[in-house]
């Protein structure tokens, strides 16, 4: 019980930083030039905990129709931050673990 709280508590301060990560890589990419499309592997690789999130709400509450802007809702929005929390505190939760079995076995 107390793993699973420490890495809901771990989960919330990983997804702030990386929220201010990704805002300094994207000012940081928009000053060097790098191409800002969808399909650069450096951005997929940054909105990875993200998408998470729309896949969470998509799952819940399916869409009727394919509707344009339809991320900017502040439903999608709120998925996206519960989903990124998520993200984070089952990596640390499987950080805890691995680390628990670690110290157990030495």
């Given at each position: 019980?107390?793993?699973?709280?420490?890495?809901?508590?771990?989960?919330?301060?990983?997804?702030?930083?990386y929220v201010l990560f990704v805002i300094?890589?994207?000012?940081?990419?928009?000053?060097?030039?790098?191409?800002?499309?969808?399909?650069?592997?450096?951005?997929?690789?940054?909105?990875?905990?993200?998408?998470w999130g729309g896949r969470l709400l998509?799952?819940?509450?399916?869409?009727?129709?394919?509707?344009?802007?339809?991320?900017?809702?502040?439903?999608?929005?709120?998925?996206d931050i519960v989903g990124c929390i998520?993200?984070?505190?089952?990596?640390?939760?499987?950080?805890?673990?691995?680390?628990?079995?670690?110290?157990?076995?030495?």
């Open positions: 019980m107390k793993r699973i709280l420490l890495s809901f508590c771990l989960g919330i301060p990983l997804s702030l930083l300094l890589s994207m000012g940081i990419a928009r000053q060097l030039n790098f191409s800002r499309d969808a399909n650069a592997w450096w951005f997929q690789a940054l909105d990875f905990p993200l998408e998509v799952f819940f509450f399916p869409p009727d129709h394919e509707k344009v802007f339809a991320l900017l809702h502040g439903r999608a929005i709120l998925a998520l993200f984070f505190s089952v990596l640390g939760y499987l950080f805890l673990w691995w680390r628990s079995r670690r110290v157990r076995l030495a």
